[in-house]
């Protein structure tokens, strides 16, 4: 097989840049609503390729990931809320000092959030990797839900069941996509360095690593120390695309960790690129079967709308790709140039 | 140079109530190959994990060039040098040959614990490794990284070649012939730089040539590497020919121990491989 050349990739690589700079400024030609989604997607891309690196890269299968979206997303916007904001949704028990008289810029808070969310990664990850397996799942799961009730519970920092309103929109579509460009950088750079050679050597045998002179508990540690920091990012991205943010667990709760779940497991376990694929069809799939949950008429047929259809068909859509792909749509590979080439020669 | 490169001083290992291994007491000279042979279940394999760490021994300590090893973490124990391969091979089956060697080296960037470890037994010959953020050197592929990461594929084809199986370099590591699998895996043990490497049936499931192929291929590393090695077998023929001395196991106890030629005479390992005379 034909091997492209480094300058072959290189070009094709600024031409794809190019052309996505190009989408991306002119989304709006598709209307507002389009270009939220756009944004959507790359924040969905983001929690997905931050997930794949603990439970496809890493092979250790935790269920937290929506906590730390959620420590993220309140981090931030308890940062970027104005401070006449605050006051005003606050009125069961006033906002704590400091954060009832700061307000900081939407970068230094969303890394705020990013920093926070990993300090708590580490807090969760330190006790609880010494489980493994489905224990680690459950334990995972469970911190989830407890950060989840303490927001609900905190009226004094994060307002409670009120939840925030009033959250400044920054999120658009450069602020998302940027953050998914540095997030696919830095760990698609970790998965093809020596310490991603490890982390994949500990997801095929952890005895084998550890004999191999791999310390095996600091290595998952820092897979999942990384993986928070990055859905912390993607938390505080999701906050201002919301602009309200509530601790029901159909927002930030298991919900979201199980659809982050379904977005890297479709895209392919352990791939970066097959984790964007999965995010993209999910949020795709998700907005397109809303149809379903209105009256459709086909050759004079009306067929009634049921609330929950589009949940209902995405879940067969889920079921008929696993039967068809069983590793996902990429597998464990990485969509490249190479990739795509030897895919066409085949074709 | 009769240095002791391993000493194990009577080691015994309980499972809840089964003694696996009898206040053990062996060692083994630098340069040597001595071989640890036994019927199934003596407890030879048993004894190979509590000298890498996967077990801890119930009573007993291990020393390596001196230095008490009982308990210390398998990834500590492989970077103070012992390397060894396994039974049933395990090898990391997804991941290319060369990066399945590449990986055994990683330890490199966070050998500092180790480093360290031996720095508190032996200041002068182990200096002090100072902490290196090597972690993000590596994702934004600094030029030190890089130059490491060079030397490392270096290394690792030079072993690949050394072993002969360098044409498999990108290949998966599942999708080589068995005996191809079992060299690659003492290819990965060498990469860690070992000085006691320790095999465990290498020749399991091997043909005549592939054992002969394998025979040379130890002599090989011995002469090259200035290897220890200790190894398991059930192969007698080939446990004869490549070892200096043998070390026999039955029941978790050491029966008898000496040269290949006093144990293929001795009384109790004949007894213990075919049972008793009665039944002969």
Known sequence: MKKLSLRVNIILTILLLIGAYFFLANVNIFG?????IVTLIAIYSIMAVSYTLVNGITGIFSLGQAGFIAIGAYTSALLTLSIQQKAMSFFIQP??????????????????????????????????????????????????????????????ITNGTLGLKGIPSYTN??????????????????????????????????????????????HQLMAFVVSGFFAGIAGALYAHWLTTLDPRPSSLGVMLTFYVLIMI????????????LGAVFF????QWLRIFESNISIFGLTIPGVPGMSMLILSTLFIVI?????????????????????????? | ????????????????????????????????????????????????????????????????????????????????????????????????????????????????????????????KYPKVHWKPWFFSAILKTPDYLKVEKQMRIYAMDLL??????????????????????????????????????????????????????????????????????LIEHDMKFVMNICERIYVLDYGKLIAHGKPMEIQNDRKVIEAYLGDEAYV
């Open chain 1, 32 to 36: 507002g609503y389009w270009s939220r």
């Open chain 2, 161 to 230: 070649k050394i072993l002969d199986i360098e044409q498999y370099i990108d290949a998966k590591a599942s999708s080589l012939p068995y005996g191809q699998q079992r060299k690659l895996e003492i290819a990965r043990a060498l990469a860690s730089k070992p000085s006691l490497l320790i095999l465990d049936e290498p020749a399991a499931g091997m043909n005549q040539r592939e054992s002969q192929d394998l025979l040379d291929t130890i002599r090989k590393i011995m002469k090259d590497f200035s290897m220890t090695i200790l």
């Open chain 2, 1 to 124: 140079m009769a240095e002791n490169i391993l000493r194990v001083d009577d080691i015994t290992i309980k499972f809840g109530g089964l003694t696996a291994v009898n206040s053990l007491a062996m060692h083994i000279n630098k340069g040597e190959l001595v071989g640890l042979i036994g019927p199934n279940g003596a407890g030879k394999t048993t004894i190979f994990n509590v000298i890498t760490g996967i077990y801890k021994p119930t009573s007993g300590k291990a020393f390596f060039k001196g230095i008490d090893i009982t308990g210390l973490k398998p990834h500590i124990i492989n970077q103070i040098g012992i390397a060894r391969t396994f039974q049933n091979i395990r090898l990391f089956s997804d991941m290319t040959v060369l990066e399945n060697v590449m990986v055994a080296q990683h330890s490199f960037f966070t050998d500092q614990k180790a480093m360290n470890f031996l720095h508190d037994h032996n200041s002068k």
């Open chain 1, 322 to 347: 696993m039967i068809f792909w069983r590793k996902g749509i990429m597998g464990k590979q990485e969509l490249s140039w190479q990739f795509i080439y030897s895919l066409a020669r085949r074709g």
């Open chain 1, 173 to 218: 579509v450069w602020w998302a996509w940027g953050w998914l460009l540095v997030t696919i950088i830095v760990i698609g750079s970790l998965k093809f360095s020596s310490y991603g050679r490890a982390l994949r050597a500990i997801s095929e045998d952890p005895v084998a690593a550890k004999v191999m002179g791999i310390n095996v508990f600091n």
């Open chain 1, 265 to 276: 497991v479709i895209g392919g376990l352990g791939s970066i690129s097959g984790a964007v």
């Open chain 1, 95 to 156: 906002l704590i000092w400091p954060l009832n008289s700061i307000q900081i810029g939407f970068l230094p808070a969303t890394i705020m959030g990013g920093l926070v969310a990993a300090f708590f990664a580490f807090l969760i990850g330190y006790p609880s990797l010494r489980l493994t397996g489905d224990y680690f799942a459950i334990a995972t799961l469970a911190f989830a839900e407890v950060i989840r009730i303490f927001i609900q519970n905190l009226y004094g």
């Open chain 1, 283 to 286: 949020a795709l799939a998700s």
